[in-house]
Nanobody, 121 residues
Framework: QVQLVESGGGLVQPGGSLRLSCAAS????????IGWFRQAPGKEREGVSC????????YYADFVKGRFTLSRDSAKNTVYLQMGSLKPEDTAVYYC??????????????WGQGTQVTVSS
């Protein structure tokens, strides 16, 4: 059973940075496609970034391109989301998710509990 645990959320001022972590157990992350999602109050969940297990390709939603960076540390079995130039509209609960499918197009089967990110002055 794949278990995912996010951490690193918090309160940050506009323009600031945070790094979210997604630690996995029960499976090697290198063999999973990992996605980051977020959900703001009253809004639908949206995809933020994804790394495919097939070739390590990384994808970003347009609204985070140039500001967020996804990376993977195989030794720690952890995926990170480095977030910079944060805006108030980035405020949301951020989730990492995993699927055994090799690309990002499929639904994700395993989800973490989420971590709150609040961008406010």
């Amino acid at each position: 059973q794949v278990q995912l645990v996010e951490s690193g959320g918090g309160l940050v001022q506009p323009g600031g940075s945070l790094r979210l972590s997604c630690a996995a157990s029960g499976f090697t992350l290198d063999y999973l496609t990992i996605g980051w999602f977020r959900q703001a109050p009253g809004k639908e969940r949206e995809g933020v970034s994804c790394i495919s297990s097939s070739d390590g390709s990384i994808y970003y939603a347009d609204f985070v391109k140039g500001r967020f960076t996804l990376s993977r540390d195989s030794a720690k079995n952890t995926v990170y989301l480095q977030m910079g130039s944060l805006k108030p509209e980035d405020t949301a609960v951020y989730y990492c998710a995993a699927t055994r499918h090799s690309t990002c197009e499929y639904e994700f089967d395993y989800w973490g509990q989420g971590t709150q990110v609040t961008v406010s002055s």
